[in-house]
């Protein structure tokens, strides 16, 4: 997909850079076309073309991580122990493992995934201009709509009588998935160096 | 308002030299794998690209043709 984009490019610089030498060339109406097509449409595809790459590129599990406060989130994906959500969920490809960290961090609205990208601008300024808070903290909490996405209507979490009794809680945000007693193994960044690590293919 | 003094022909080659240069910044972006490519997309390439874009439409509505020069503008 990539190499159809970077060939879509290189045509498109080829036309511009005929028009930056011979810009005379426009007074004949079939290069006034040319000059349409190279300047003005094939631009305007590759700047679509380039933010739907970005886009997709930025939903990545080792994009995610490729950012210094990030790491030890993604280490935590390897912890060897099904206690903790995220590493039994990535390690049992409860998620897709390549894009784990957006299937359980995107917001799953029609305007989700523009403000999961809104989001990702501050964090991108705080890495780079300002300092990432310590700990990381997920601003409005961690939503159990992230979690209910997936396993809302599915036979073992509805049957499991601690989520039939607090359904109506969990649905409407009073109690977070996540809350001290129930899952609240989560990532532990800052002891994931002292912990055992799971390897694949071990 | 008629951009008579600078004429279609510079404007061109202002518009391509953005659309050249956003594009190179686009491929620079789209091959280096770090957070920071989407910015350098996002703010540089786009914005170049735009301006490019921008600049030869501006070039189609007020730039004045040799044969409007000739009549005397």
């Known amino acids: ?202 | 308002m008629k951009l008579s003094a600078i004429g279609i022909q510079r404007l061109l080659q202002v518009s391509s030299a953005l659309v050249v240069l956003g594009l190179l910044v686009e491929i620079v972006s789209l091959l280096w794998f770090h957070p920071l490519s989407f910015v350098l997309f996002a703010f540089v390439a786009a914005s170049l690209i735009g301006l490019g874009i921008l600049v030869f439409l501006a070039s189609l509505v007020f730039a004045v043709s040799p044969l409007d020069e000739r009549r005397g503008g």
């Open chain 1, 1 to 202: 997909m990539i190499g159809i984009l970077i060939c879509q490019i290189a045509l498109s610089i080829i036309l511009a850079a005929i028009f930056l030498i011979r810009p005379s060339l426009t007074s004949a109406a079939g290069w006034k076309i040319v000059a349409f097509i190279g300047l003005c449409v094939l631009p305007a595809l590759c700047i679509v073309g380039g933010m739907n790459t970005h886009l997709q590129r930025s939903e990545q599990t080792k994009f995610c991580i490729s950012c210094h406060a990030m790491e030890n989130y993604g280490k935590s994906l390897y912890l060897n122990d099904p206690k903790y959500i995220p590493a039994q969920h990535f390690q049992n490809h409860r998620v897709p493992p390549d894009m784990a960290c957006y299937a359980c961090h995107t917001d799953y609205t029609i305007y989700g995934p523009f403000k999961d990208k809104l989001k990702g601008m501050t964090r991108i300024y705080m890495q780079y201009i300002s300092t990432p808070p310590n700990p990381i903290t997920i601003p409005g909490g961690f939503k159990n709509a992230q979690c209910l996405h997936c396993h809302a209507g599915a036979r073992g979490f509805e049957e499991n009588p601690v989520h039939s009794a607090t359904m109506s809680m969990l649905t409407s945000n009073q109690l977070s998935c996540v809350s001290s007693g129930c899952h609240d193994s989560v990532h532990d960044a800052s002891q994931v160096d002292h912990l055992k690590m799971w390897s694949p293919g071990q």
